[in-house]
């Protein structure tokens, strides 16, 4: 293991003084477990195998020493690079982003240039903001918020938060095998997403988020169950969808029964639960749930 967490190090390193611009090649210096592991495994050390490859003319084995020619170097990076510019031009590309000015990199990844150039050069458009440290800051932010909870005052709703409620069967919208007939005799939809706070909803912290009303399903019914389901989904249909996640569950006790027995829901965000109260209309009475926010 300590072989393997240095070998991550120095790559680590490495990453960051790999250059666009870059013609010398690049020397990491492997474990000499790994390479007794190689030839245990295969029958064949990694330098004879290197030899017999497509890449013997772009990478040397010196010692336990592995050296690419930069063309190979720089080629690790493509895949995340990309995927990193695509999420981003869909990010900016939803209307609550519209006003952005600015990206601001941080994180390790960030003090690469081969990233930085990529980021400058597709939204140039944009000011790229890379403070010094940028791999230290994900770090200092953590503790400035431990010390300080309300210097983070706004967040974006990662997913969508709902519970399931049962609503009048539509047979034109939803599955047959979400009917049931309860026991008043309604015929009624099952396992419906009602949603409280959509993805890529403005949260601001500590301040209620969202508000809805529920009733009984039943006259003589003594309390209302509820689960909050959280889903990567911006417009879920069902709580059994796929990613669709119980977070969470709760009863609250009703003193009234019947339509008059509704209860007010509201989602609360802080740093990092969410606080679902439920407060009972006829009597002010107040249940709270506090779930810890999905990573």
Same mark, same amino acid.
């Given at each position: 293991?300590?072989?393997?967490?240095?070998?991550?190090?120095?790559?680590?390193?490495?990453?960051?003084?790999?250059?666009?611009?870059?013609?010398?090649?690049?020397?990491?210096?492997?474990?000499?477990?790994?390479?007794?592991?190689?030839?245990?495994?295969?029958?064949?050390?990694?330098?004879?195998?290197?030899?017999?490859?497509?890449?013997?003319?772009?990478?040397?084995?010196?010692?336990?020493?592995?050296?690419?020619?930069?063309?190979?170097?720089?080629?690790?990076?493509?895949?995340?690079?990309?995927?990193?510019?695509?999420?981003?031009?869909?990010?900016?590309?939803?209307?609550?982003?519209?006003?952005?000015?600015?990206?601001?990199?941080?994180?390790?990844?960030?003090?690469?240039?081969?990233?930085?150039?990529?980021?400058?050069?597709?939204?140039?458009?944009?000011?790229?903001?890379?403070?010094?440290?940028?791999?230290?800051?994900?770090?200092?932010?953590?503790?400035?918020?431990?010390?300080?909870?309300?210097?983070?005052?706004?967040?974006?709703?990662?997913?969508?938060?709902?519970?399931?409620?049962?609503?009048?069967?539509?047979?034109?919208?939803?599955?047959?095998?979400?009917?049931?007939?309860?026991?008043?005799?309604?015929?009624? /939809?099952?396992?419906?997403?009602?949603?409280?706070?959509?993805?890529?909803?403005?949260?601001?912290?500590?301040?209620?988020?969202?508000?809805?009303?529920?009733?009984?399903?039943?006259?003589?019914?003594?309390?209302?169950?509820?689960?909050?389901?959280?889903?990567?989904?911006?417009?879920?249909?069902?709580?059994?969808?796929?990613? /669709?996640?119980?977070?969470?569950?709760?009863?609250?006790?009703?003193?009234?029964?019947?339509?008059?027995?509704?209860?007010?829901?509201?989602?609360?965000?802080?740093?990092?639960?969410?606080?679902?109260? /439920?407060?009972?209309?006829?009597?002010?009475?107040?249940?709270?749930?506090?779930?810890?926010?999905?990573?």
């Amino acid at each position: 293991m300590e072989d393997y967490i240095e070998l991550l190090r120095d790559f680590e390193i490495k990453k960051r003084v790999i250059k666009p611009d870059m013609t010398d090649s690049v020397t990491i210096k492997l474990p000499i477990a790994l390479l007794e592991l190689v030839e245990k495994r295969t029958d064949e050390t990694l330098k004879d195998k290197i030899m017999g490859s497509e890449y013997n003319s772009q990478i040397k084995m010196i010692k336990e020493k592995l050296r690419f020619d930069a063309a190979i170097a720089k080629s690790f990076f493509e895949d995340s690079i990309e995927s990193i510019v695509n999420h981003i031009t869909e990010l900016l590309e939803e209307p609550v982003n519209a006003e952005v000015e600015a990206i601001l990199m941080v994180g390790g990844y960030s003090e690469s240039p081969m990233l930085q150039q990529a980021i400058t050069e597709t939204f140039a458009h944009l000011s790229v903001i890379i403070p010094q440290d940028a791999g230290l800051a994900v770090l200092k932010g953590a503790v400035i918020f431990g010390h300080n909870p309300d210097a983070i005052t706004q967040r974006i709703a990662k997913y969508t938060y709902g519970t399931d409620v049962e609503v009048d069967f539509d047979s034109q919208q939803h599955p047959i095998e979400k009917q049931y007939i309860d026991q008043d005799g309604n015929v009624k /939809c099952m396992d419906v997403f009602d949603v409280l706070v959509r993805k890529g909803d403005s949260l601001v912290l500590g301040t209620s988020q969202s508000e809805k009303v529920y009733s009984p399903s039943t006259e003589d019914q003594d309390e209302i169950s509820m689960d909050i389901y959280a889903t990567p989904d911006s417009d879920p249909e069902f709580n059994t969808d796929e990613g /669709c996640k119980k977070i969470g569950s709760f009863s609250v006790p009703l003193t009234v029964y019947g339509p008059d027995g509704s209860v007010h829901v509201e989602m609360i965000f802080g740093g990092t639960e969410i606080l679902v109260r /439920c407060t009972e209309e006829m009597t002010g009475q107040v249940t709270d749930l506090h779930v810890d926010m999905p990573e």
